[in-house]
């Protein structure tokens, strides 16, 4: 279960005061939390990309060389998507007669060739990009919603997307949908990988009527409170199906809570309309005491809410504080499907079967790298946090009103121009310091000492990487959502302009 741009601290469980969480905090109560779980970017596509391939977006290609530590994702205009080099884990699990599924956003890439039933899916109800728009259809079209390879219609047509009062159906299709898969493999007798990723928490943020007005959060908390309410469901069919004990669940979000504020919510940036739409605060998740959020490397876009739930074989009520990543998730995966992961490539993820599982282990102090497009940001190893580069948002940015820490402004650390701190870099401790504002002193034994431990590790990831081809740097209005397949049947084709590829704009 993959939220999109839920914060760490959106959960009743991890201090949330509204405590509008009711299944998440039971979901929690009776499996096992994760207070330091990781995503491998702050935005959206390259995590998603990290998650099914067990890789860094550096190394499968979910990044731009467009700019320097720039924030890429899959826009309509994006020409390329995921790499045909790349093994995701429907593919792989298919040989153990895994029949898979994604529900909700994909986000790596909507050209036919990247689309989920090309890469190892065999069902997909939802849509290839974030939820914007309305738009014109004359100038870029809305997004198309998919039943499998074909198109039912598009976001703000046939699919309702009230931006005024917030209201759509969709988390709700998206729980049948759900629903549906898990009883027809049940049925079935059919082992079964369900990938449902919901996007209801992702501006402009919506819920179904039931749920509208119901928060003290306002709008988010409204749609916080639906996704909650259907994965309490899930799990209450999996109970109902008898199937609890065989299967494992694990809830988590995309990247930290979105805190932009802004002039619009509907702000572009050369026809490119970013994946953080800068939009009121009155909306927006919590990421908690962690300093900032969504598109910074700092610990509030990076750090995320984390449940593992498996009754008979997760024991109840168990807080583990292993550093854990996203990218665990593939390696993991497949060790509970009884498959090895692919051992052509370099594979950033670890099995987490001996924690979930409470047997001997040695992780050990595995790091957390924090990259920011083709940037090693910062690395955590252990409480240490070493900042290598600095960097919010540009200054010009900033002085348009889109800030990615308002109210949380650190001197020295959030800095609106890309610092390096190579030589020296920026340590926090987080178990003392979790928001990252009290540097601690580079004279001091304690960072002489934090350093030399940290710095080979970096030194041998830097040295050892072989970066992915990027796939990120090119645009074209060309291959936007104009005519995707099944448009003829509905009447739904609008006309392809002309091809005039250009180089991608990321201002972040």
């Known amino acids: ?83 045909k080099d790349e093994m995701l884990l429907p593919q792989i699990m298919k040989k153990k007669g895994y029949v898979s599924k994604i529900v909700g956003k994909w986000h790596l890439g909507h050209r036919p060739q990247y689309l989920p039933l090309k890469n190892g899916f065999d069902e997909w109800f939802g849509a290839p990009d974030c939820h914007f728009g309305p738009y014109n259809s004359s100038i870029r079209p809305n997004i198309p919603v998919y039943n499998n390879s074909e198109m039912l219609g598009r976001y703000y047509e046939e699919f309702k997307i009230d931006r005024k009062t917030g209201e759509s159906n969709l988390t709700r299709m998206y729980l049948l949908e759900g629903v549906d898969f898990i009883r027809r493999q049940t049925e079935a007798q059919r082992p079964f990988f369900l990938y449902w990723a919901p996007d209801a928490t992702h501006a402009p943020v919506y819920a179904s009527k039931p749920f509208l007005g119901k928060s003290q959060r306002g709008r988010y908390g409204d749609a916080v409170m639906e996704l909650d309410y259907s994965v309490g469901h899930i799990l209450l069919w999996l109970k109902r199906l008898g199937i609890e004990n065989d299967t494992f669940v694990f809830f988590t979000s995309d990247n930290g809570a979105a805190l932009m504020s802004g002039p619009n919510e509907g702000k572009h940036y050369k026809l490119i309309p970013t994946c953080t739409q800068s939009f009121s605060l009155r909306v927006t998740g919590s990421n908690g005491p962690f300093l900032c959020g969504k598109e910074t490397t700092f610990e509030g ?33 497949l060790a509970l499907a ?146 995707p397949t099944g448009c003829e049947k509905l009447g739904k084709c609008l006309n392809v302009p002309k091809s005039q590829p250009w180089k991608c704009d990321w201002p972040h």
């Open 1 to 83: 279960m993959l939220m999109d741009d839920m914060g760490w601290g959106d959960l009743g469980v991890l201090g949330q005061p509204s405590k509008e969480t009711p299944n998440l905090d039971a979901m929690a109560a009776q499996g096992m939390l994760f207070p330091n779980f990781y995503t491998a970017n702050p935005l959206c596509s390259p995590s998603r990309a990290a998650l099914l391939t067990g890789r860094l977006p550096v190394r499968n290609g979910f990044y731009t060389t467009n700019g320097h530590a720039r924030n890429a994702y899959t826009p309509q205009e994006i020409v390329g998507g995921i790499s």
């Open 338 to 483: 009884g498959l090895s992961p692919p051992d052509d490539r370099a594979l950033d993820g670890l099995d987490l079967t001996p924690v979930l599982l409470n047997h001997p282990h040695k992780q050990g102090n595995r790091p957390i790298f924090y990259y920011r497009g083709n940037e090693l940001m910062a690395v955590r190893i252990g409480q240490y946090k070493a900042h290598y580069w600095t960097w919010s948002n540009s200054l010009e940015e900033f002085n348009k009103g889109i800030n990615f820490c308002p109210g949380e402004e650190v001197p020295g650390v959030t800095t609106h121009d890309q610092k390096e701190h190579t030589l020296q870099p920026i340590l926090f401790h987080l178990g003392r310091d979790p928001g990252e504002k009290f540097p601690i002193s580079v004279s001091s034994h304690e960072y002489q000492k934090v350093l030399s431990s940290i710095s080979p590790v970096v030194e041998q990831h830097k040295s050892t990487l072989v970066p992915g081809v990027p796939q990120l740097n090119m645009c074209d209005m060309a291959v936007m959502n104009w005519a």
């Open 301 to 333: 876009g990076m750090r995320e809410p984390a449940i593992a739930w498996w009754p008979g074989h997760i024991k109840a009520g168990t807080v583990n504080f292993q550093l854990a990543s996203v990218m665990d998730l593939f390696p993991t995966s």
